[in-house]
């Protein structure tokens, strides 16, 4: 099995995580750090405001399973593209909306998807399209952190506690 990546920063990184793992066709997600100017940050570091990193989710698929398109569009519906930094009460650069894209061809798909997208929107799309500059992976602790957190009165508590949802 040939498997390609593809990341996506849209907020605090524990939503898209959850809601990139479990799609057919996804093999793993991990979620990091991208978009930045340091080597290896730190949670506290990129909190900080001073890396310029975003908080992001890295997603390998299979792309004879699911296609590239197939995870833009679960992209576009789980968080307001028209937010710039901040996603609910998450707010500062780290939690923009985001896509690195890794070949030509998803940088020409991100575009011309975020094109179609605009046309149902007043407001400008805030998501900007960039090139991977390299991911950085977070702590184990934000690995799979809403899971980990599900027996601690139930994944949709968790939700509405944690992100605002």
């Known amino acids: ?3 390609e ?3 996506f920063g ?5 939503k898209p995580e959850m809601e990139f ?3 057919p066709g996804v093999v793993s997600t991990q979620v990091g750090y991208e978009g930045g100017h340091v080597d290896n940050p730190t949670y506290e570091q990129v909190c900080s405001g001073t890396t310029g990193h975003a908080e992001v989710t890295q ?3 299979d792309p004879d399973r699911i ?3 197939e995870l833009l569009t679960r992209f ?3 968080h307001d593209p028209t937010q710039v930094n901040r996603q609910g009460p998450d707010v500062g650069d780290q939690y923009r909306t985001v896509i690195f894209f890794n070949t030509p061809e998803q940088e020409a798909a ?3 998807s975020k094109q179609k997208l605009q046309e149902r929107y007043d407001k400008p799309i805030a998501t900007s399209i960039e090139p991977a500059t390299g991911f950085w992976r977070a702590e184990e602790y934000h690995q799979c952190y809403l899971d980990k957190r599900a027996g601690q009165g139930g994944l949709a508590g968790m939700m509405r506690s944690v992100l605002g949802s």
Do not use: N, P, Q, R
């Not at 849209?10 to 524990?14: L, M, S, V």
């Open 59 to 61: 997603v390998e698929f």
């Open 21 to 23: 793992k479990d799609l």
């Open 5 to 7: 990546k593809a990341t």
């Open 76 to 78: 576009w519906e789980i």
């Open 1 to 3: 099995m040939s498997t």
């Open 110 to 112: 991100a575009k011309a």
């Open 10 to 14: 849209a907020g605090c990184f524990w």
């Open 67 to 69: 296609s590239y398109d």
